[in-house]
């Protein structure tokens, strides 16, 4: 067994001293990784103190300006050379982060008061996940997952951590969140650690859940806390936001999960990928529900994963990120696009939804986000989808035998319908 160095020693004696319900979380990774005390300590040392001269950055510089092309630069002309070219803080700017914590404040009225950690910069959502299943996962420790999910779930914490994944049916019977299932799944582990992942509005169907299915979550991870488990709840907000049905819940769980019981971790992923419509600037956070001042051993541990991986995001994804959240347009240029996506999700449940297509396929509910999803009833969904890139060029993704997934947010209003008529007649051709 590898020594632990005495900053991870450190580390982890901050943890259980600080936020105690964290360390029974921490995998054998999570609990050796620390933040060396070598070049990026002395370069901010000398960040605050070298006046005369700083010899520590590897960055070029030339009369107290960053090196940079010019080539590179004329495309961002409005934005300072350093926070363009410069490296970022391994957590992320501390602009970004203060402002994305209020941003966070602000969109989640349960979280106003609430104990919150400044959020930390990461390259996009996947690496959030990723960053979770070093820090947490052992390889056979449990995770819950619906059986409809992102397959990069499985691929972060099953294939890359030896995670073992227990799986619920999504939905029950009449089409609402599966609480039974879910409630039925968690009383069957009896482990005394347990890592629950939640994702709403919901990847692939676009399911949100209402205030009351959202009680019933929390009761259901708070009765399996009390029996003694600890529990990290990871939740996907990843199209937070994205909400077009006023009957659901218009905030993220995670609000609900913070301080709801000693034994309970929550932690919100999200990120600007969605939110601000920024897929290719690979820009995401981490946010647990403690206070800041609490979680000087998880920043560190996370510092040394993020170091050892990435290096963190990059300066001008999150400068631009930055700038535009600060921007006088940014509220209207927000709410143009949210109204542009939600025509598009009535007009689909319009459509699908309508008499004609009732005996080729099952609609599963879909109140928010950027997909819906058809449960066809004749042919295979893998067969139907090459029908429809091959012979109409449309792209769909088949994800089971029996279940198409059509992302509403690539499609104009105006082609809604053709797309699923197209759909439609590939589908009747097995009837």
């Not at 030896?162 to 009896?190: M, R, V, W």
């Amino acid at each position: 067994m590898q020594a632990l160095s005495p900053l991870a020693t450190e580390l982890n004696k901050q943890i259980r001293e600080f936020v105690p319900s964290v360390y029974p979380l921490l995998s054998e990774l999570g609990k050796r990784i620390y933040l060396p005390q070598g070049i990026l300590r002395q370069s901010a040392e000398a960040n605050e103190k070298a006046y005369h001269s700083n010899a520590t950055r590897a960055v070029a510089y030339e009369n107290n300006k960053i090196m940079h092309l010019d080539v590179s630069r004329k495309y961002v002309p409005e934005i300072p050379p350093d926070s363009i070219f410069g490296y970022p803080p391994v957590l992320g700017n501390s602009e970004l982060r203060k402002l994305w914590q209020t941003h966070i404040r602000t969109g989640n009225p349960l979280l106003k008061d609430a104990p919150l950690s400044k959020p930390i910069v990461t390259c996009g959502i996947t690496h959030s996940f990723s960053l979770l299943a070093d820090m947490f996962v052992n390889l056979g420790d449990t995770l819950i997952l619906p059986d409809m999910t992102w397959g990069n779930y499985r691929l972060i914490f099953q294939t890359k951590v030896g995670a073992d994944i227990h799986t619920y049916p999504f939905f029950d019977s009449d089409k609402h969140f599966n609480i039974s299932a879910f409630k039925e799944t968690l009383c069957q582990i009896g482990t005394d650690k347990l890592l629950i992942l939640l994702n709403f509005p919901h990847n692939p169907t676009g399911y949100a859940i209402t205030r009351d299915e959202a009680q019933h979550i929390l009761d259901t991870i708070i009765e399996c806390a009390e029996t003694g488990c600890h529990i990290l709840v990871m939740v996907d907000d990843a199209y937070t936001g994205f909400w077009y049905d006023s009957e659901v819940m218009q905030e993220s769980i995670f609000g609900m999960l913070v301080n709801c019981h000693s034994n309970v971790v929550p932690v919100k992923i999200d990120g600007a990928t969605k939110e601000e419509y920024a897929w290719g600037l690979r820009v995401g956070f981490l946010t647990f529900g403690f206070p800041e001042h609490l979680i000087h051993g998880i920043e560190g541990k996370l510092s040394g994963l993020i170091r050892a991986n990435t290096s963190g995001a990059t300066q001008v994804s999150q400068t631009l990120i930055l700038e535009a959240m600060q921007s006088p347009e940014y509220t209207e240029q927000k709410q143009h696009n949210y109204e542009t996506l939600k025509a598009r999700a009535l007009k689909v449940k319009e459509v699908t939804t309508d008499v004609r297509y009732a005996n080729l396929w099952e609609v599963y509910p879909s109140h928010a986000g950027y997909f819906t999803c058809l449960s066809i009833k004749s042919g295979n969904a893998e067969e139907v989808r090459q029908i429809l890139l091959n012979e109409y060029g449309i792209g769909t993704i088949a994800l089971s035998d029996t279940e198409l997934r059509v992302a509403y947010s690539c499609l104009n209003v105006s082609d809604i319908e053709e797309v699923f008529k197209k759909i439609a007649q590939v589908i009747q051709s097995y009837l």
